[in-house]
């Protein structure tokens, strides 16, 4: 294919000024620009296509105007189902542990929590839904090509010309219609002609689908997920089961002939045609065939400008509510790849970085909607039978990463599906720590997948054998009640849930009579391991930092929740008593690090991409500026990390990003940034773990929004960590928790004003470069305060 370079200056630098009324403070003026991500020429690669998504079903468009692929997603594909038990090994087995572990015998614990406990290594991967091709076998040479994504309205476009004449391709995933819509379109007089064909690749030499045509302008992919390379207890375990599904191809076009044959759709001489997509499966719907002949049936009248519409409707209402502008717009004239490559050559670009700021939450839009499955390790898309670690839930960090973004960047109903998914986790782990621990209440090791088993998997004890999923995932609960303050959601929801946490973790901790305090233990610290005393690595420890850190905040939140629905018990009365004793998860060391064990123990792989023990500094609150000694070895801890050679994954710079922002280090998190686009963005702006992993996105997204406002302290810190090379700008619609809209302007790195709007009346106190005041918020009624915090008028 021969391209040829197109001036899109013009194009690229349109932007509509929105005149917004305040009665608070006059006029404001502001401007929402185009946020296009955009290229040259197609993609070659799968991590170069752009992903759209709505939420359940999704689609990764390479472009190509000769041969096009749309790769398909929905996100119930898995092989098996609930039927492997719910636990291995039993409370005799713990006690034994136990004993070995008092005994020094770490090596020996290490060997036999696995062989007792883990059903080791698991291969039962979330896959693929198969690809739509478009083949064009009459095409011409392509010149003016350009591909595009805009995160404005969620469309992915190609545009290009052939022999002087303009042709169009337009893909969009519908929430709000329930499929996937691709628009071709050309000026051309004799129109197009192309082919139409689904497919989906062998799972180790088996057929997956059967193809066929329903209609004149219909193919149907029917189907059944299975995982023939399955593996389980580290043996081979062909999954020949799993979610039944049908892709159903309709095309709608307006001149030219459609023929179907051999499963196939030929058109000629079209000029416009619609094709729509929609995936249905058994996970969601016991008749998946009737479910795809509903969604086709409802959308059948309408034509492309309706249905366009409508996903933009349903889109901008959230896509909308935070705006973020930091300058350097005029680089919009550059390809996005291009302007990658300028940052790895040193060059600062503050608009990209809040173009990918922007791309994580057109992300967690796309790939979790309220009623669907919460975004997976690489969100929706995915293009494998056998993806990297399972493309599933891993709740040592990469699940909950997914969702920091979620409160903070409004867009709270984006977060509902892991709740939905936590809770039906939670009645799988309450039976886990039954029978595996004799306990009752609930708990989860370290990942999960669609059927929602707790069960300890790994054939190492370093990740497997942590038993703290639910408690990060508990988290989750109270942030999404502290932002919303939706008091039904805690009582119904957030409270049952945390309450069976805890009820584990009173019944999990054992009484140190030496310190005098409850320990947890067995313990690990996610992945890392420690020096034994025979100078050998091992895993399994007599407490860790994270566990007593997240054990200590899941019974904070307990007794914060039990205050607000009234409740006073026997239970409680329980929790407060050994959080009162609880072994301190924040203990630094000799050298004025923070101890990742309970014993201060060396460590064979010093730059860990883990930070496991400054989960107190964040996501939690634990470590503020409030406590001097905590908040100065959590920077000790970090920049020995560094030094030594930390961050060095994409998920892991971005939590590095959210540090440095909870440590009010602008310099560090400049830094940060800068490295975390040189070396963990591909060209369409997934995060590289390497491979990809999409956790890097979200936690990106949620650590700008760390930098510019911060709410975790019990007060609103305003510009807390603003780097230097983001001098002008203005951000809106970010959340504080207590339901607060927070918009800033700042100009030279200094504010200039900020409005705030709570849904309530309440008081809030707001800190900015030393100045703490006061402040009444109405309900309803946004209050400007100008950069000394005074009211504006």
């Not at 719907?285 to 479910?291: F, I, K, L, M, T």
């Not at 796309?366 to 997976?376: I, V, W, Y």
């Not at 040592?396 to 409004?410: G, H, R, S």
Request: with cysteine; glycine share 8%; aromatic share 10%.
């Amino acid at each position: 294919m021969k391209t040829k370079s197109y001036p899109y200056r013009f194009m690229l630098l349109l932007l509509i000024i929105l005149s917004v009324s305040c009665k608070e403070q006059g006029t404001k003026q502001t401007e929402q620009y185009s946020d296009v991500l955009w290229y040259e020429q197609p993609a070659e690669t799968w991590m170069q296509a752009l992903p759209v998504g709505n939420g359940r079903l999704g689609a990764m468009v390479f472009g190509n105007p000769q041969h096009e692929r749309i790769q398909l997603n929905e996100d119930s594909m898995w092989p098996g189902g609930p039927d492997w038990g719910d636990s291995k090994g039993n409370k005799d087995d713990l006690e034994l542990l136990r004993d070995l572990l008092k005994k020094g015998e770490a090596h020996e614990v290490d060997k036999l929590i696995v062989e007792r406990f883990s059903y080791k290594s698991v291969l039962r991967s979330h896959q693929t839904m198969g690809d739509l091709y478009i083949d064009f076998p009459n095409a011409k040479d392509v010149e003016n090509y350009k591909r595009s994504l805009n995160l404005n309205d969620a469309v992915a476009s190609t545009h290009y010309t052939a022999d002087g004449k303009a042709y169009s391709q337009k893909v969009f995933a519908s929430a709000a219609d329930d499929v996937l819509v691709i628009a071709l379109e050309t000026e051309a007089n004799a129109g197009m002609d192309f082919n139409l064909r689904l497919d989906r690749p062998e799972d180790n030499g088996h057929k997956t689908v059967t193809v066929s045509n329903p209609s004149e302008h219909e193919i149907s992919m029917k189907g059944m997920v299975t995982q023939y390379g399955g593996k389980k207890m580290n043996e081979p375990f062909p999954i020949d089961y799993g979610v039944k599904f049908e892709t159903r191809l309709k095309v709608k076009n307006t001149s030219g002939t459609v023929e179907a044959k051999d499963g196939m759709l030929m058109l000629k001489g079209v000029k416009k045609a619609i094709l729509i997509v929609a995936g249905a499966t058994s996970f969601y719907h016991e008749d998946y065939v009737a479910q795809n002949d509903n969604t086709l049936e409802k959308v059948n009248a309408k034509s492309f400008e309706v249905l366009l519409e409508g996903h933009k409707t349903d889109y901008k209402q959230y896509y909308d509510r935070v705006e973020l502008d930091l300058g350097d717009r005029a680089l919009d004239s550059i390809p996005t790849d291009k302007r990658l490559v300028r940052i790895k050559e040193g060059h600062d670009d503050a608009d990209l970085a809040a173009k990918l700021f922007k791309y994580g939450r057109y992300l967690l839009i796309s790939s979790s909607r309220q009623g669907t499955n919460p975004a997976n390790l690489q969100g929706i898309w995915n293009h494998h039978i056998q993806a990297p670690w399972n493309a599933d839930y891993h709740l040592n960090i990469n699940l909950q990463m997914n969702y920091w973004p979620a409160e903070v960047t409004n867009l709270s109903e984006m977060h509902e599906p892991l709740f939905d998914f936590s809770d039906r986790l939670l009645e799988r782990g309450k039976i886990t720590a039954k029978e595996q621990y004799g306990m009752d209440g609930a708990m989860m090791h370290h990942a999960t997948d669609l059927w929602a088993p707790a069960w300890m998997r790994a054939a190492q004890p370093y990740w497997g054998a942590w038993i703290h999923g639910g408690g990060w995932l508990a988290q989750h609960y109270w942030e999404h009640y502290s932002f919303t303050k939706d008091e039904d959601f805690l009582r119904e929801r957030a409270y049952p849930y945390m309450k069976a946490i805890a009820q584990f973790y009173t019944n999990w901790l054992v009484w140190d009579e030496a310190a005098e305090k409850w320990v947890s233990t067995p313990e690990t610290s996610p992945e890392n391991s420690y020096t034994a005393k025979d100078g050998k690595p091992a895993a399994i420890s007599y407490g860790a930092a994270m566990g007593h850190q997240i054990i200590n905040e899941v019974f904070d939140h307990v007794l914060k929740a039990a205050e607000v629905l009234n409740i006073d018990d026997d239970f409680t009365k329980e929790v407060k008593a050994k959080k009162d004793n609880l072994f301190p998860g924040v203990v630094v060391g000799k050298d004025g690090r923070i101890l990742e064990w309970n014993d201060d123990y060396d460590e064979p792989e010093k730059g860990h991409r883990h930070m496991s023990h400054l989960y107190a500094l964040h996501p939690s609150n634990q470590i503020t500026k409030a406590h001097p000694e905590a908040f100065e070895a959590a920077q000790k801890t970090i920049d020995y990390r560094l030094q030594h050679g930390g961050a060095g994954t994409g998920w892991s710079r971005a939590w590095m990003i959210n540090f440095n922002a909870r440590l009010l280090d602008p310099a560090a998190a400049e830094d940060n940034i800068r490295k975390f686009f040189q070396i963990s963005i591909a060209d369409n702006l997934f995060d590289e773990h390497p491979p990809f992993q999409i956790d890097g996105n979200f936690g990106y997204t949620a650590g700008v929004a760390e930098l510019l406002l911060q709410s975790h302290e019990g007060f609103i810190r305003l510009l807390p960590a603003l780097p230097s090379n983001w001098k002008t700008g203005n951000v809106s619609g970010l959340k504080a928790r207590g339901n607060v809209e927070v918009d800033m302007v700042w100009e030279a790195g200094v504010l200039k004003k900020v409005g705030l709007l709570s849904r309530e009346d309440q008081k809030v106190t707001i800190k900015y470069a030393g100045k703490t005041v006061d402040v009444d918020l109405h309900a309803n009624q946004k209050l400007w305060l100008d950069g000394m915090l005074n009211s504006v008028q």
